[in-house]
């Protein structure tokens, strides 16, 4: 038995130098993940879930501050519209409907204080297949505000990397 827990520790050991020689680091281990910006404010809706999950992500990140004027911003991050749709995917030989595409859509840009894009409007379209069954529909309703959720999280990622890219110089 020690024979086989001494070879599986150097078979991980092993991984993780082979790991570490080839370049690869945890996504945010290098401390150049952060935004170019020392304060930022948010243009959000004050009942927008992703306008809070965005916030919560900067503030997070250590290096930018969110502030509640525009003024005092160094950048100014416009969430131009948020939406949810839904359409069928597929039909069952009764016609029913057996499957969705559900799609998550955001557009947004961001500013310098000067009101000069730094990043023009942009749209990010984000889609998932949902099956149906007509017997679990509560179930099914669960998943899709699961997948949602999953969705908003995916996207906030997605405008935080497209912001770290920004070159404000």
């Given at each position: 038995?020690?024979?086989?827990?001494?070879?599986?520790?150097?078979?991980?050991?092993?991984?993780?130098?082979?790991?570490?020689?080839?370049?690869?680091?945890?996504?945010?281990?290098?401390?150049?993940?952060?935004?170019?910006?020392?304060?930022?404010?948010?243009?959000?809706?004050?009942?927008?879930?992703?306008?809070?999950?965005?916030?919560?992500?900067?503030?997070?990140?250590?290096?930018?501050?969110?502030?509640?004027?525009?003024?005092?911003?160094?950048?100014?991050l416009d969430l131009l519209s948020e939406g949810r749709d839904k359409a069928v995917l597929s039909k069952n030989t009764q016609g029913r409907i057996r499957e969705y595409t559900i799609f998550y859509k955001v557009r947004f840009r961001v500013r310098d204080g000067g009101n000069k894009d730094l990043l023009a409007p942009t749209d990010i379209?984000?889609?998932?297949?949902?099956?149906?069954?007509?017997?679990?529909?509560?179930?099914?309703?669960?998943?899709?505000?699961?997948?949602?959720?999953?969705?908003?999280?995916?996207?906030?990622?997605?405008?935080?990397?497209?912001?770290?890219?920004?070159?404000?110089?």
């Amino acid at each position: 038995m020690p024979n086989k827990r001494q070879f599986l520790f150097a078979l991980a050991a092993a991984a993780a130098v082979t790991l570490t020689s080839c370049g690869f680091q945890l996504r945010g281990s290098n401390g150049q993940t952060g935004l170019p910006f020392k304060t930022i404010y948010v243009n959000a809706p004050e009942t927008s879930t992703l306008g809070a999950q965005l916030k919560r992500y900067i503030r997070v990140s250590g290096n930018t501050e969110v502030v509640s004027d525009p003024k005092s911003a160094e950048a100014v991050l416009d969430l131009l519209s948020e939406g949810r749709d839904k359409a069928v995917l597929s039909k069952n030989t009764q016609g029913r409907i057996r499957e969705y595409t559900i799609f998550y859509k955001v557009r947004f840009r961001v500013r310098d204080g000067g009101n000069k894009d730094l990043l023009a409007p942009t749209d990010i379209t984000l889609k998932r297949d949902l099956s149906f069954n007509e017997s679990q529909v509560m179930a099914k309703e669960a998943e899709e505000e699961l997948l949602y959720r999953d969705m908003q999280s995916d996207m906030v990622q997605q405008i935080l990397r497209r912001m770290v890219a920004l070159n404000p110089a």
